[in-house]
């Protein structure tokens, strides 16, 4: 595409220098610029999260637990990300006490039980499916009229894409067994 503006901008040059002088709104071509935009990176998941105000909470969690590097990896990955609102349902004092560094094994551990190996889009997902979380236990999918839960919380966005997987919100925090 440089090449062909470059072309254009000698022809013009070339066979259509007297037009400049000539007519007064003729742009000189020595004036005209061509700005060619840098390439935007797509955004990996963790990036998808950050740019989301619903999601602060999960954000601060990834990087209280450590997670961010992992979440920014090739993948791909499809995380379950509960908002915002759905931190805050927990009993009072629990997402403070996740948060402090003496909490960062079970805060890793609840996290990962969020994220599932693949990018899996709602799509693919079947009624009553088991998927391996990265924490090691299962989620339980389930179907019904075309409303999709993981564990009994709802997925209210889904197949928000990323570089390196995909991200549906759900509306409550998953709790591994462990």
Do not use: R, W
Request: aromatic share 2%; charged share 20%.
């Amino acid at each position: 595409m440089l090449a062909a503006v470059s072309f254009s901008a000698i022809s013009l040059v070339a066979c259509n220098n007297e037009a400049s002088t000539t007519t007064p709104e003729a742009t000189p071509v020595d004036s005209v610029k061509t700005e060619v935009a840098a390439p935007v990176a797509p955004k990996d998941i963790v990036d998808v999260a950050i740019g989301s105000p619903d999601h602060t909470t999960l954000v601060a969690a990834v990087t209280a637990a450590g997670l961010v590097e992992t979440l920014k990896g090739a993948g791909p990955f499809t995380v379950f990300a509960p908002t915002n609102a759905a931190f805050g349902a927990l009993p009072a004092g629990t997402v403070e006490g996740l948060l402090k560094p003496e909490s960062k094994e079970k805060l890793t551990s609840i996290l990962t039980y969020h994220v599932v190996a693949g990018a899996v889009k709602a799509a693919d997902l079947k009624d009553g499916q088991k998927v391996k979380t990265l924490q090691g236990e299962e989620l339980t999918v389930s179907i019904k009229d075309g409303k999709v839960m993981i564990n009994g919380a709802n997925v209210t966005t889904a197949d928000l894409e990323g570089s390196n997987g995909v991200i549906h919100v759900i509306d409550a925090v998953l709790m591994p067994k462990k």
